[in-house]
């Protein structure tokens, strides 16, 4: 399926463990996962209210249980590892994570544009 990053989607949880979130609705003023689409991919990020624990990553929206899978973690509280969320709830959104932001050098796209 596709890749898909959409503003403003931004549910809970109170998934524990490794696994699977299974997502409980979208916070009040924000999209659900829904928007992601069924069997696609987006960036995401899960943490814990009033906890330390946090990852982020890339994972799968699955309509059916309405859940996102943890594929491909790229930071987390973990030293990167998969984090072994605790029992409460978390917050699960859709993120641009730092490590696939590209940074660019000013000077060097003024120098493309206009050719100083």
């Known amino acids: 399926m596709a890749f898909v990053i959409k503003d403003r989607v931004r ?3 109170a998934t524990t463990g ?7 609705g979208a916070v009040s003023g924000y999209q659900a996962f829904s928007a992601i689409g069924n069997g696609n991919t987006t960036y995401y990020c899960i943490a814990g209210q009033g906890t330390n624990e ?3 990553g890339i994972g799968t929206y699955t309509s059916s249980g309405t859940t996102l899978s ?6 987390s509280s973990n030293s ?3 984090v072994n969320f605790s ?3 978390k917050n699960v959104f859709v993120t641009y994570p730092a490590a696939r932001a590209v940074p660019f050098n000013r000077a060097i796209v003024i120098s493309l544009v206009f050719g100083y």
């Open 70 to 75: 943890r594929t491909t973690v790229l930071s």
């Open 80 to 82: 990167g590892s998969l």
């Open 87 to 89: 029992a409460g709830t």
């Open 11 to 13: 549910e809970t949880t």
């Open 18 to 24: 490794t696994g699977t979130v299974t997502l409980a």
């Open 54 to 56: 946090w990852e982020v």
